[in-house]
């Protein structure tokens, strides 16, 4: 079993940034790729972004290439979401999965997924 908390949500307004925080906890989780999700009100779940269990690669959906940046951090069992020049079309519940297949972008390729956390983008 693999538990997975983000966290750093919030309102900023339209050029802005956020980091986001995917904590997880559980047992090999070193064995897992992590991928970031998002979903909007009337819409279905987007991926955004996904990295390996090394961290070494990782894959982004077009329409956030270049201004979101996805890491990981080990020793602290964490994945962050660095995201700058947000948009409006940014707005959304963020979500951070895991699987045992890396860099999918495929909601159906992740086994565990966290509660998720809302970004709000204001023009």
């Known amino acids: 079993q693999v538990q997975l908390v983000e966290s750093g949500g919030g309102l900023v307004q339209a050029g802005g940034s956020l980091r986001l925080s995917c904590a997880a906890s559980?047992?090999?989780?070193?064995?897992?790729?992590v991928g970031w999700f998002r979903q909007a009100p009337g819409k279905e779940r987007e991926f955004v972004t996904t990295?390996?269990?090394?961290?070494?690669?990782?894959y982004y959906a077009d329409s956030v290439k270049g201004r979101f940046t996805i890491s990981k951090d080990n020793a602290k069992n964490t994945v962050y979401l660095q995201m700058n020049s947000l948009k409006p079309e940014d707005t959304a519940v963020y979500y951070c999965?895991?699987?045992?297949?890396?860099?999918?972008?495929?909601?159906?390729?992740?086994?565990?997924w966290g509660q998720g956390t809302q970004v709000t983008v204001s023009s």
């Open positions: 999965a895991a699987s045992r297949i890396g860099l999918r972008q495929a909601s159906s390729a992740y086994d565990y």
């Open positions: 559980g047992r090999a989780l070193s064995t897992y790729s």
């Open positions: 990295i390996s269990w090394t961290g070494v690669s990782t």
